[in-house]
């Protein structure tokens, strides 16, 4: 039996709630973690179409890339949208999840899809997030150190770009002395005691900090274990906005122009003037990636590809870089996808379907 949180945890080991920004509103939004799961419908938008899409295909948890409640609810009687859908959802018993900031942070998220979408190879986070990643430090008696070292590693620790199991190590003496109370692994209570160890040093992410410090305590031998957990300012290239990768081959312009038409199947694109240069460096941003229009520029980007701009922002380009806007939902819209394939790896006792009803709230006329 599969219940809503076996698929919530799944869902946070590709991306972590503690990823998103702090004005979201990422997580089970509506439902019991411990229900059992008949079936997720995975959706852009969780409408109040949705949820009946949902009811009639008989899944109880839908998975939304934007969630549907925001800001808080003071009431609930049904007088917008998001009242409504809501109250409908709660009363046909259907959960309600929502991976969003999280899961565009994420290396296999929302923007390496919108690449893999353009073919583009080598992509990565263009605007990595600092202050997540932390240095522990600890001191284990030499014989226990591999044991100590690959628990840690198991937990998660240790791994910097694509390596793993990274660490750095120094002999030295510990010393300690137990007292009343005290059951010492090594030594005897009331005597001062110096024991060959190592000190240990590796690097994490911040939100593994409990699973690994679970790990030390239960791999060290030692009953009180010594250790430092400190922050680091350094780059998490692992985790951040936007994407940037680049095309087998250059294309001009308008081949180019046409190319993200057909990968996007878009009906229209607004763009900054051309220039005549030939594109081969792609910037990417689902949703509104205004804010990383420098990070575009100053990593070379021929083009960013993105949506919300507005009039006055589209200035900006400068003829330094040639700005997409393909629309909200037209960039985000593969999210189903991403997140489908995903579940699709790890669950197949219930049906995982893509929300056939179009949310897009902007028409072309
Ligand atoms: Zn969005």
New binding site residues.
């Given amino acids: 039996m599969i219940l809503i949180k076996d698929i919530t945890n799944y869902m946070e080991r590709l991306a972590p709630l503690s990823l998103q920004e702090s004005y979201d509103n990422a997580g089970l939004i509506v439902g019991d973690p411990s229900e059992e799961v008949k079936g997720i419908l995975c959706t852009?938008d969780c409408t109040e179409a949705v949820v009946e899409e949902a009811i009639q295909s008989g899944c109880n948890l839908i998975i939304a890339?934007?969630p549907i409640v925001f800001k808080g609810l003071k009431k609930l009687n049904g007088k917008n949208y998001v009242e409504r859908v809501v109250i409908k959802a709660i009363k046909n018993d259907i959960a309600i999840y929502a991976s969003?900031t999280n899961l565009d942070h994420v290396e296999g998220g929302v923007n390496f899809k919108i690449a893999e979408k353009l073919g583009l190879q080598n992509v990565r986070i263009l605007q990595p997030k600092k202050n997540l990643l932390k240095k522990l430090v600890t001191f284990v008696p030499v014989e226990h150190g591999q044991k100590v070292l690959d628990a840690l590693y198991e937990a998660g620790a240790g791994q910097i770009g694509d390596y793993k199991n990274c660490s750095f190590r120094v002999e030295g003496t510990g010393t300690f002395r137990p007292t009343g109370g005290a059951n010492p692994f090594i030594g005897t209570v009331g005597q001062d005691e110096e024991v060959k160890e190592f000190r240990i040093e590796v690097i994490l992410q911040a939100h593994q900090e409990y699973m690994i410090l679970s790990a030390l305590k239960k791999a060290h031998p030692y009953e009180e274990v010594a250790y430092y957990l400190s922050n680091l300012e350094n780059d998490l290239a692992q985790v951040g906005a936007g994407a940037i990768g680049s095309l087998d081959e250059a294309l001009d312009e308008s081949s180019f122009l046409q190319y993200l038409k057909d990968a996007m199947a878009l009906s229209t694109i607004r763009h900054t003037p051309l220039s005549g240069k030939k594109i081969q460096k792609v910037a990417v941003c689902?949703?509104?990636g205004g804010f990383l229009l420098n990070d575009a520029i100053r990593q070379g980007a021929d083009v960013f590809v993105t949506a919300d701009y507005k009039y006055h922002e589209f200035f900006d380009a400068e003829n330094k870089i040639i700005i997409c806007d393909i629309g909200?939902y037209e960039?985000?819209v593969y999210t189903k996808e991403l997140i489908i394939s995903y579940l699709s790896e790890k669950f197949s006792n219930f049906a995982i379907l893509k929300s056939q009803v179009n949310t897009n709230p902007v028409q072309y006329f």
Avoid: W
Wanted: no cysteine; glycine share 20%; aromatic share 0%.
């Fill in positions: 852009l890339h934007h969003h689902g949703g509104a909200h960039s985000e």
